[in-house]
Each structure stands twice: as structure tokens, then as C-alpha cells.
């Protein structure tokens, strides 16, 4: 890797400099007098919580965020990129300065393949002609880790993992050789060993094109591993800058103090928990497939067979957590499905002492079973219906499983819930009734978890699925999400079936855990035995690569 993080680079005529950046909205600012200063061969990491501006501030060098009002200067090699005019600033756009944005799979144009992409910026900014562009572009793919450069070039985003999704991302940002990368949460939605590899080639990459790299995120762990220096930003202003290793050893102000403490922490308390009554779910030789399409003639007659999960065993005690991790594709969220009954299975899954298979067809037997076993899912923006006020979202649950409730019965079981999860806090019973005439873009990440929850616990179930519960999170709230859950599961006596890729949190919540690969456990346990003293050579590697970051 470069220099040790923190470690400042040689001094030299800054390349971007930023001052005194403000951008508003509607005469409203969301970010204030902004000063930053990024030499070439330097990485920057501009980090903070959602909302904290850093992405609209790195975002409006290049005026990509519509509507904004942006004043101050912002001068790159000498050129003030707020002075110039559309035309010049598409000069500099993918040429000198490029962008890797958060989620590659919204980013990428889903109706061309990835090597048409890539090359058309090398097309555009560099005037190749097609053959050499596409030479270009496997020298990229290759230099960015991709296998079969060939085959992944005529790839759609879609038939690409998410891990390959992102070093395309990284190639196409690339491909014009920028003097400045900006990096927006290029691996938040990534695996730990995945993240490691992304750091470890923007590492290698950046080194030997000499460029600088503006990095974006939330995540300070992150930045301890990759960034030389460190800028931190709340609610729109610039509280704290300087060498990562200062910092991190010496930090000043409370809310850079407050990120550096949120890592997960288990609490002393967790495995005393007593477990009682029976396992609300178990499994034995658990599989599931489903049909794909076979190559060439074959696959005009018949479906080949893919086995996402290939016969595992596995029961969730009572009042317990099971914690399931692995990387993508490793089978965890399609084992969620399965617990969940939401898809077609072979051997044997019980809940509550009954099979989905047994109920299926028995409406009233089945809606038993589902208020047993409910779900939290990864984004609580997307699983909260836009059309729906928190009363109707909360109360849904209740609504199909108590009908004979009244209107007045569901709602102040509806304010109950939603107290219970940590929300309404110091609110007049007048606030709290127009609190629930909210929808759900109205609330932060963190509030519309707990929404989530907060629905899916109103019909009082015996287990929880979470499907990554705080991915999408900036790690303060995850924190918080976490305690909540664990507070919740001590005064319930709840079961959850965590499935996670992330270390920390199952460290943080499980009793014990199962770890997957390509749809099998190759290693199982309690939590403590198996992330302290793991024996398979793939749960060494996810551990270590959690160690890292």
C-alpha cells in the first residue's frame, strides 16, 4: 500500500482548492463556509452522517446537484469550476476529475453492456476509435481485477456480482486518467473482504497514476486504513481537519469523538441471556434451488438447476440471536426467504412446530404461522410504502391479524409500538396524533428503522428475521438500531435470525453463528468460538478482513 495513513505527502502547489463553499436550497443553506485543500498524490476523506453535506459539498464542485445554489470558489489547477460555463465544465467531467458513486447498480446504465460504457468514455474524452477503445477496456478490466475481461465486457451491470459492479464502476472513472477521483461510499454496500480489495486497488491505482483521491463516507474505520488526511463535517460545517493519524489519536471535537466510539461493542451481558421454552424455528437438510437457463440448444427444451442453499441444518434458540454471515452470493438472504416461507424448499423447516409446506393452502392456519415469524429488511426506504402514513404502515399488521379491533384500539396500540422503539420521546398527545399523519420520506434513516420495527413487532411474534438491519445506516444510528434490538429481545424474550455480512454486528448481537459459502455452513458455533478461534480457511478470511477496516 501507499504511505501509512495519516502520513502526509510531499508538499506542492495544491491541486483543488476549496473556499469558502457554501450551497443552499430554496435560500436555505445546507452547507456553510467549506474550506478544503487536496494536493496532487493525496488522499482526502471528507466524512460524516447522511445529511451532513459531504456529498452535495464534493458533488457541487462540478455542478451535478440540480437546483442548488453554490457561492464561494472552488479552484482546480488554478481554473475556478464554479466560474465556468456548462460547456467547459463537460470538459472536465470524466477527464480531469471523475466519479465513483455509492451504488453501481443505479449508477450503471442497465441497458448497455459494461465494455459500451467504459468505452464510451474513452470514445468521448479520449478519441479512440473502436478497436483501440476496446483494447483499452480489457487492459482496464484486467487492471481492475475483473476476470475473463472478455466475457465481463459484454456483460450487463446485472449479470455482474456487486463486487464486479464497483471495479467496473472504478475502470469506466478511470479511463480518461483523472487528476482527481472522487470517491462517493464506494463500498458501503460491499462485503468486508470486498471492501478490503476495493481499498486495496483505489490504493495501488492511485499510486501509480499519481492522482488524488477525494473520498466520501461515513465510516471512520475506513478512513484509518486508506486516507492521509481527514475532514469532518456535521450538519453543513466543517468541524474538524487534519492528518488521519492525529485524529484518530487526538480528537477534538465531540462529534468526531462521537463517530470514533461507534463501532459495535458486545455487551458483557449477552451470553447470560437464559434461553427458554423450545427453538421457534429449526431446519434439517435445508434446500433450496431454482431453475436457470441452460446454453445453446439445451436451453430451448429444458432449465438447468442452481442450488442456493445445498442442504444445511439449523435451529434458533429461544430468546436467542443466530447470526448467519457471508459474502454476496454465499446463500444468507435466500436461508431468509426459506425461515420466511416466501419460497419453494426441499427437507425440512419448522416454525413453531409446524412446516410451511403443512399450511400452505389453510388461510387462516398459515396467517397464524406469518404473525409468528416477522421481518425487518436492509432499507427501510424501500420496504415502507411512500403511500402510506406511519399510522397505516404500523397498523397494517394489526389490521389483518386483529380485524375485530377498533380504529381507537389500533391506534393506541400503533403509539404504544412506536414508544416502545425509542420514538415519540417528549411529544403532546396532539404532536404524537400528527406525528402519525407523516410518511416515511419525512424521517431519517435511522427513525424509519425504527418504524420498521416498531411494525414489525405490533403483532407480538415469538422471532425476527433481520435481513442486514443496519447496512444502510451511518454508524451512529446503527449503533443505536442494535441496542434497541438487543433491549427489545432481553424485555420480549425474542429469537431473531440476524443474516448480516457484517463481523462487528454479529460480534455485537449473536449467541451463535453460522457462516455460509456458496450456499453451505463451513463453519458453526457460538459466537465467541468461532470469531475468536475460527477454523475454516474462508471464516479466517472474513474475520481478518473485518480486522482490517
Keep these: 500500500m501507499n504511505a501509512p495513513a495519516g502520513q502526509n ?85 470524466g477527464d480531469e476529475v471523475a466519479c465513483i458513486f455509492q451504488e453501481p447498480m443505479t449508477a450503471l446504465n442497465p441497458l448497455y453492456t459494461i465494455g459500451n460504457q467504459i468505452a464510451e468514455v474513452l470514445t468521448f474524452k479520449k478519441g479512440l476509435p473502436p478497436r483501440e477503445a476496446h483494447q483499452r477496456v480489457l487492459e482496464l478490466l484486467v487492471a481492475t481485477g475483473i476476470p475473463e475481461p472478455e466475457r465481463r465486457a459484454n456483460a450487463f451491470p446485472h449479470q455482474l456480482s456487486g463486487g464486479q459492479r464497483q471495479r467496473a464502476m472504478i475502470a469506466m472513472a478511470l479511463a480518461s486518467e483523472p487528476k482527481l477521483l472522487i470517491a462517493d461510499e464506494p463500498t458501503t454496500a460491499l462485503d468486508a473482504s470486498l471492501r478490503v480489495q476495493m481499498l486495496d486497488l483505489l490504493d495501488a491505482l492511485q499510486v501509480r497514476l499519481g ?113 448467519v454471515v457471508g459474502e454476496s452470493g454465499s446463500g444468507k438472504s435466500t436461508l431468509a426467504l426459506a425461515a420466511l416461507g416466501l419460497v419453494p424448499l426441499e427437507g425440512t423447516l419448522q416454525v413453531m412446530g409446524q412446516s410451511w409446506a403443512a399450511v400452505q393452502g389453510q388461510k387462516h392456519a398459515l396467517r397464524a404461522l406469518r404473525q409468528q415469524v416477522q421481518v425487518v429488511f436492509q432499507d427501510p426506504f424501500s420496504s415502507l ?117 457484517d463481523v462487528d454486528v454479529i460480534w455485537a448481537m449473536a449467541h451463535e453463528v453460522m457462516v455460509m459459502r456458496e450456499g453451505r455452513v463451513v463453519e458453526a458455533g457460538t459466537t465467541e468460538r468461532v470469531l475468536k478461534q475460527p477454523e475454516h480457511p474462508y471464516t479466517q478470511a472474513l474475520v481478518g478482513s473485518a480486522a482490517a477496516l
Design 385 to 501: 410504502s411512500p403511500r402510506f402514513s406511519i399510522e397505516q404502515i404500523v397498523g397494517e399488521g394489526l389490521r389483518i391479524h386483529h380485524p375485530q379491533a377498533s380504529e381507537m384500539e389500533r391506534r393506541d396500540r400503533v403509539l404504544a409500538a412506536l414508544k416502545e422503539v425509542g420514538l415519540l420521546g417528549g411529544l403532546t398527545q396532539e404532536q404524537q396524533l400528527a406525528w402519525l399523519q407523516r410518511y416515511p420520506h419525512e424521517f431519517s434513516g435511522g427513525q424509519r428503522q425504527r418504524i420498521a420495527i416498531a411494525r414489525a413487532l405490533i403483532v407480538e411474534p415469538r422471532m425476527l428475521v433481520l435481513d442486514e438491519p443496519t447496512s444502510a445506516l451511518d454508524v451512529t444510528v446503527q449503533k443505536q438500531v442494535i441496542e434497541l434490538l438487543l433491549q427489545l429481545q432481553r424485555q420480549r424474550g425474542l429469537s431473531y435470525l440476524l443474516i448480516t455480512h
Design 211 to 323: 492522482m488524488a483521491v477525494l473520498i466520501i463516507t461515513h465510516d471512520l474505520h475506513l478512513v484509518k486504513r486508506f486516507a492521509h488526511r481527514i475532514a469532518v463535517m456535521e450538519k453543513g460545517l466543517l468541524v474538524e481537519q487534519g492528518p488521519v493519524a492525529d485524529v484518530f489519536a487526538r480528537p477534538q471535537h465531540p462529534y468526531t469523538q462521537k463517530l470514533l466510539n461507534s463501532r459495535p461493542q458486545r455487551p458483557a451481558d449477552l451470553d447470560r441471556v437464559a434461553a427458554e421454552g423450545a427453538a421457534p424455528m429449526s431446519a434439517q437438510a435445508l434446500k433450496v434451488a431454482y431453475p436457470v437457463p441452460l446454453p445453446g440448444l439445451k436451453g430451448w427444451f429444458r432449465k438447468g438447476r442452481f442450488e442456493a442453499v445445498r442442504g444445511i441444518d439449523f435451529s434458533v434458540p429461544a430468546g436467542r440471536t443466530l447470526g
Design 9 to 93: 505527502v510531499q508538499p506542492g502547489t495544491p491541486l483543488l482548492e476549496v473556499q469558502n463553499l457554501s450551497v443552499g436550497f430554496g435560500g436555505q443553506p445546507v452547507v456553510q463556509g467549506l474550506n478544503l485543500t487536496l494536493r496532487a498524490g493525496e488522499k482526502l476523506a471528507l466524512v460524516g452522517e447522511s445529511g451532513s453535506g459531504k456529498t452535495v459539498s464534493a458533488l457541487s464542485l462540478l455542478k451535478l446537484v440540480p437546483q442548488a445554489e453554490v457561492t464561494g470558489t472552488a479552484r482546480l489547477n488554478g481554473r475556478d469550476l464554479l466560474q465556468l460555463s456548462e460547456r467547459e465544465l463537460r470538459g472536465v467531467r
